[in-house]
């Protein structure tokens, strides 16, 4: 195991971009798990449990088509420190692998001359941070500040806060911003007013490109600036952002289709169980989108959650019988019921329909 840290420090960030990728446990049989002896039977247990919780990124179309448009954004923000830059936004419901798809492009900007800037500042290409419900125009700056290690970031007032801030991006040679839980910020109190006016502040001082994630940013007018009639047509944000919508799978077209099974198959192969089999996900595909809806995160969850229990118990594989007993998120919980009956009676299904001939 790894210590903790956190991306919000630029010690975490560092880490977090540098560290190698995890090695892959021995695929080992139930043969020779047998032989193991209780101290290396728990050791393998160990290692399989960490590499199920972190055995990286799956490559879904849904993650692909985001960082296309990232690089887009980031490559054509050629602009001189005069102009103002374009911003990216991701905008998504809960669960579908928003922050990961921010963190996991930004982690793809790397060094380019070294680790010190020409004036001999350390290099930090990319800062990030995440706003709480809690968050003021100073406590913005703060957290920028602090990603930084910047000493004075506990005792300044909000405008100092503000010139560090500034500092800490040029003289790291920041390229690249990403602020998390955009939905935190709440135009209709004065205090989210303010943040949000900053955040266009920060956009036209910093040579910088910023990537936000939020949810229901839309539905939140925050592309409008919480105005409405008339006035939202002036707002800035709507003319500056580019926003980024990121869907749960579908099944309702044999593209969406594959794209599940692909998942499901892409999963199994990173999985390291003694029982397991090709095959073991895709066989029940209709049964792991009823109980996640299509969404990455409560998918990830409860493959996760149920690797757990199969190691735990000697059951050593995922099926239905053991992944009824993980519970994961309410949200997919509640929706289980209706979709399993529109799988049974096959009004839904995962399955690629066969091409209709001519």
């Known amino acids: ?162 010139v560090f801030a500034v500092d800490c991006v040029l003289s790291c040679d920041t390229r690249l911003g990403i602020i998390d839980d955009l939905h935190f910020i709440d135009l209709n109190r004065r205090d989210g007013v303010e943040v949000s006016n900053h955040l266009k502040w920060l956009a036209n001082e910093l040579p ?40 749960p799978f579908l099944i309702d077209t044999d593209v969406g289709r594959a794209h599940w099974i692909n998942l499901l198959k892409a999963t199994e192969r990173q999985l390291v169980l003694t029982g397991a089999r090709p095959g073991m996900l895709a066989d029940i595909s209709d049964y792991l989108f009823a109980r996640t809806t299509g969404h990455i995160g409560s998918f990830i969850t409860l493959i996760t959650r149920g690797c757990y229990k199969a190691i735990r118990h000697g059951h050593e594989r995922l099926d239905t019988d053991l992944l009824d007993t993980i519970r994961i998120d309410e949200a997919s919980e509640t929706a289980r019921h209706q979709l399993q009956a529109a799988f049974t009676a096959g009004t839904l299904t995962t399955r690629p329909r066969r091409a209709r001939t001519a």
Not at 17 to 41: F, G, N, Y
Not at 44 to 71: C, M, S, V
Not at 92 to 118: C, E, H, S, V, Y
């Open 1 to 162: 195991m790894t210590g903790l840290y956190s991306l919000s420090r630029k010690e975490g960030w560092r880490r977090w971009v540098d560290t190698p990728s995890r090695a892959r446990p021995d695929q080992l049989t139930p043969a020779e798990l047998a032989t193991l002896s209780e101290e290396a039977r728990e050791e393998y247990a160990e290692a399989r449990h960490d590499w199920h919780a972190n055995f990286g990124i799956l490559k879904t179309p849904q993650l692909a088509a985001i960082h296309d448009e990232l690089d887009q954004v980031v490559a054509t923000n050629r602009q001189d420190p005069d102009r103002v830059r374009g911003a990216a936004v991701i905008d998504a419901l809960p669960g579908l692998g928003k922050t990961t798809i921010a963190n996991t492009f930004a982690r793809r900007i790397r060094k380019r001359a070294g680790q010190l800037t020409d004036e001999s500042h350390e290099r930090l290409p990319v800062f990030r941070v995440g706003l709480t419900s809690r968050t003021t125009l100073r406590t913005l700056n703060r957290m920028i500040c602090e990603f930084y290690g910047h000493p004075g970031a506990e005792r300044a007032s909000a405008a100092q806060l503000a």
């Open 208 to 247: 910088v490109t910023f990537i936000y994630a939020g949810v229901g940013l839309a539905e939140r007018r925050l592309f409008a600036e919480g105005l409405a009639g008339d006035a939202a047509v002036l707002a800035q944000t709507a003319r500056r952002w580019t926003r980024l919508e990121l869907p």
